[in-house]
């Protein structure tokens, strides 16, 4: 019964590029000749910069009482659940539109799947911010939310 | 106790209350295995790869013994299966309440807002628990598949 499980979890994974054999594993690329639009990602630095300047998206990808709990001031939550079903809002940002990419922190990959699906659906210019909001609430950078 | 084993209706029901619930639960884990993993991932017990590797295998073997569960083939390894698997999820549950950990279950469904864990969750798994252990100790091959090969095996 469990190698049949197994099995048919890596045949239908292997069959609809889902699971393992889906985008999450591969690990973001940096841009290089062969994929020179693939998501890159950024350290705190590059994504404090980023939200001075006040010319990129950021998009949290937690669930969405994490996310209402606090954020990245000006973020939007969309899981990475809820991709299809909020793709309307993705739809109204232009495509070469700089997008930040967050989740927890670096024990989480939803950002780096989200960016794969955002690459994939033709957005150019993707940063994944992998050290997400762990990093950004310990570096006391400016949040919003209800609090803990 | 005895009888209570041995009680064809109440084996058979407890088998399709068991069987169709983990048929229809791995259903949505089997279409989102990356949702699925992420729920895994959620309890900082494994590395994501690690949880896109379980969530490949769980929601399947939740079907398959499910399946067997329902129409009674291969019972007792099914549930020992099943009970194995629940006890281990159990186990992470009250792990990360221990820890403090604000987060979703996974169990049911993927949707992030539904089903956080908590001691009601813990109370659910140990029913489930108690009625697949039922299942692996019960005495009654009436309305099974198993039963019915022996039967035939029998005769011959």
Known sequence: MLLAATALGFVYSAALQKGVFGPSLSPPKARSASSPLAPV?????????YFSAGDAFFIDTRHEFEYRLGHIRGAINIPLTEYGAKKDILDTFPKDK???VYCDGTECNSSIEFSAKLSADGFTNVRIFFGGWREWEVAHLPTEGSGR | MKSLLSNDYLVLLTRIFVGLMFVVV????IVEPAAFAQSIANYNIFSFPVSLVLATIVPWLELVCGLCILFGLFLRGSS???????????IAVLSALARGLDITCGCFTQDPTVGKIGGARVIQNLSLLALSLYLYFSTSDRFSVDGHLRAKALQR
């Open chain 1, 41 to 49: 990602m950024i350290p705190l630095d590059t994504a404090r910069a």
């Open chain 1, 98 to 100: 700089l997008i930040v």
């Open chain 2, 26 to 29: 791995s259903i949505e884990k």
């Open chain 2, 80 to 90: 020992l299966l099943l009970s194995g698997m629940v006890a281990v999820f159990t």
